[in-house]
T-cell receptor, first 117, second 114 residues
Framework: DAGITQSPRHKVTETGTPVTLRCHQTENHRYMYWYRQDPGHGLRLIHYSYGVKDTDKGEVSDGYSVSRSKTEDFLLTLESATSSQTSVYFC????????????????FGAGSRLTVL | QQQVKQSPQSLIVQKGGISIINCAYENTAFDYFPWYQQFPGKGPALLIAIRPDVSEKKEGRFTISFNKSAKQFSLHIMDSQPGDSATYFCAASMGPNTGNQFYFGTGTSLTVIP
């Protein structure tokens, strides 16, 4: 998936435990994103980063924190997981589509499926 | 508030038929409208995209129709095949350095029956 690796791909955990999901890119892109995907809601932005140590909240950031200490790694942490955080989490990088439009688009990782019991 | 509204939520089409997915937006600052295709167990992948100064863009069997005055755009899949069965997301973004300015529809699950 275009130089993006997410880990773990699957995780089952219990309510109240901390969870960290990792996103690693090999292409040195500035912008990185964390989305969650739920039926009926599509893709919702949790947090994004515009550089090392530069992050900001998305529309569903409550209960999540992020860190970016290196350009290539963007971590998503659930400090105390809840059942409502059961979801599929996608990391994305922003890249230029290199076509005539000159627009930026998102390239997604393969996803991390998290189940909170 | 949903910035991009997508319909239908699910769609079943016979092989060889035309699949049509519709999206609408309100913010006229959007200047790029991509469609993403997602297969089960995979991340969304860019399928086709259009700028608002173009009314139609075609790539193979996939066509985007864009109506700027109505603030609507749609994806047409001609001669639909079982391999097209996937979830499709429309999206909208603004600016060359968009940061967090990507907005997605809620997705359409397409099933093409052989």
């Amino acid at each position: 998936d275009a130089g993006i690796t997410q880990s773990p791909r699957h995780k089952v955990t219990e309510t109240g435990t901390p969870v960290t999901l990792r996103c690693h890119q090999t292409e040195n892109h500035r912008y990185m994103y964390w989305y969650r995907q739920d039926p009926g809601h599509g893709l919702r932005l949790i947090h994004y980063s515009y550089g090392v140590k530069d992050t900001d909240k998305g529309e569903v950031s409550d209960g999540y924190s992020v860190s970016r200490s290196k350009t290539e790694d963007f971590l998503l942490t659930l400090e105390s997981a809840t059942s409502s955080q059961t979801s599929v989490y996608f990391c994305a990088i922003e890249v230029n589509d290199r076509g005539p439009s000159g627009a930026n688009v998102l390239t997604f990782g393969a996803g991390s499926r998290l189940t909170v019991l | 508030q949903q910035q991009v509204k997508q319909s239908p939520q699910s769609l079943i089409v016979q092989k060889g038929g035309i699949s049509i997915i519709n999206c609408a937006y309100e913010n006229t600052a959007f200047d790029y409208f991509p469609w993403y295709q997602q297969f089960p167990g995979k991340g969304p992948a860019l399928l086709i995209a259009i700028r608002p100064d173009v009314s139609e863009k075609k790539e193979g069997r996939f066509t985007i129709s864009f109506n700027k005055s109505a603030k609507q755009f749609s994806l047409h899949i001609m001669d639909s095949q079982p391999g097209d069965s996937a979830t499709y997301f429309c999206a909208a973004s603004m600016g060359p350095n968009t940061g967090n300015q990507f907005y997605f529809g809620t997705g359409t699950s397409l099933t093409v029956i052989p």
